[in-house]
C-alpha cells in the first residue's frame, strides 16, 4: 500500500502537465483476436493431461471459455508491428454466470476502517499489510479503491483461490509458480493508472481479469535508459517510460477479458490514461485488437482483478 500511495503521488504530480486531454506518461515505478478464428502463447505445459489444475488441497476450479480450456498461441498470442511477443488476450475469458458471481463477492469485500485505540500508532510494513489485506482501501492520494489478497498473509477466499487455479489449468501461470498475489482496484468512469511496471518482487508474469461492464484502452510503453551527466551507469531510477508512441494499445473488455504479459511486455511500462472519459484508439496497428485504429471506446465503471506470483 506504501507503493501504491507513491504511485499515485507521482501520478498527481505529472497530470499538473496534463493540457491537451492526451495520455500523460509519468516517470514512475495482441487481434481482438478474432474469438471464433486461431491466433497462437509459448506459455508452460506442466498441467495435468485433464487440462484441470488441482491444488492440493483439491478445490474445484472454474471452467473458462477458451476452446479446449487453454490459452493458445495460434488464438490469443497478440501480433504486433514492434519487436513484443509476449502479450496473450481472449475477449471471452470468463462465462458470464461467474462473471457475475465474482462481481458480487468484490462488492461484499468489507472496507478497511481503523482500529479503536491504534490512531496515531506507527505500524510496520508487515503489520499494515495484514491490517488491510483482503479489505476494501482507499488511496489516500486518488479517489479509486483497492484491496489487496496476500497468500503470504493468509489464504485465499474460495473464489479467488478458483479463479488462481483457473489461470493454472489454462497454462496463463506454471503450476510451479502460481498465483498467490491479487490486486484488487475498482475504477470509477475516467480513473485510470498511471504507467508502472510490476517490478522485481514478482515472478516476470501479470494476468488482468477485467469485469464490470466497461471497456478501457490498456497501453505498454516501451523504455529507455537516461544517463545524468553522461554517466555510463545508470540505475533503476534512470528507466523511464518514452512518450512518443506505445508499443502496443488493447481494449479490454469489461465483461470477463482477460490479458496476460510476460517476459519483455513484463519489463515494458503499463497504464490506462487517467482523466479520460473518451478515448480512441491508435492508427497504424498499434491496437492489437483494432488493428486500423480509430475506435472510440467510452469509459465507465470498471473493476479488475491483477493475479502474479510474488517471490
Not at 38 to 65: C, F, W
Not at 94 to 110: D, F, G, N, R, Y
Not at 112 to 117: E, P, V
Request: charged share 25%.
Amino acid at each position: 500500500f506504501r507503493e501504491l500511495r507513491r504511485q499515485e503521488r507521482q501520478r498527481l504530480r505529472s497530470t499538473k502537465h496534463k493540457s491537451d486531454g492526451s495520455c500523460v506518461v509519468g516517470s514512475a515505478d495482441g487481434s481482438i483476436l478474432n474469438n471464433d478464428r486461431e491466433l497462437t502463447v509459448m506459455l508452460p505445459t506442466d498441467q495435468s493431461s485433464s487440462g484441470a489444475y488441482s491444488s492440493k488441497n483439491n478445490e474445484v476450479t472454474y471452467e473458462s471459455r477458451l476452446p479446449q480450456n487453454k490459452i493458445s498461441e495460434n488464438i490469443h498470442r497478440i501480433r504486433t508491428q514492434k519487436a513484443l511477443d509476449s502479450v496473450f488476450y481472449a475477449q471471452n475469458f470468463l462465462p458470464p454466470t461467474q462473471a457475475k458471481e465474482v462481481m458480487a463477492w468484490l462488492q461484499s469485500i468489507p472496507v478497511y476502517s481503523q482500529r479503536k485505540g491504534t490512531l496515531g500508532i506507527k505500524e510496520t510494513e508487515r503489520e499494515e499489510s495484514i491490517q488491510h489485506n483482503g479489505k476494501w482501501t482507499r488511496l489516500a492520494h486518488a479517489r479509486r479503491k483497492v484491496a489487496l489478497f496476500d497468500q503470504t498473509i493468509a489464504r485465499f477466499p474460495p473464489i479467488l483461490q478458483r479463479l488462481s487455479n483457473m489461470l493454472v489449468a489454462v497454462s496463463a501461470f506454471p503450476s510451479s509458480h502460481p498465483p498467490n498475489h491479487v490486486l484488487v482496484n475498482e475504477y470509477q468512469p475516467g480513473e485510470g493508472i498511471m504507467p508502472h511496471t510490476d517490478g522485481p518482487a514478482y515472478e516476470s508474469r501479470t494476468a488482468t481479469i477485467s469485469l464490470g461492464g466497461s471497456d478501457v484502452i490498456f497501453k505498454l510503453w516501451p523504455m529507455r535508459q537516461r544517463h545524468h551527466d553522461r554517466d555510463a551507469h545508470s540505475t533503476s531510477e534512470n528507466i523511464q517510460p518514452v512518450k512518443n508512441m506505445p508499443s502496443l494499445e488493447l481494449i479490454l473488455h469489461g465483461h470477463g477479458s482477460l490479458v496476460l504479459f510476460t517476459n519483455d511486455a513484463y519489463l515494458h511500462h503499463h497504464e490506462i490514461c487517467e482523466g479520460l472519459i473518451e478515448e480512441t484508439t491508435s492508427s497504424n496497428g498499434v491496437c492489437g485488437n483494432d488493428i486500423n485504429g480509430g475506435t472510440l471506446v467510452k469509459r465507465g465503471y470498471r473493476m479488475s482483478l491483477t493475479f502474479r506470483c510474488k517471490k
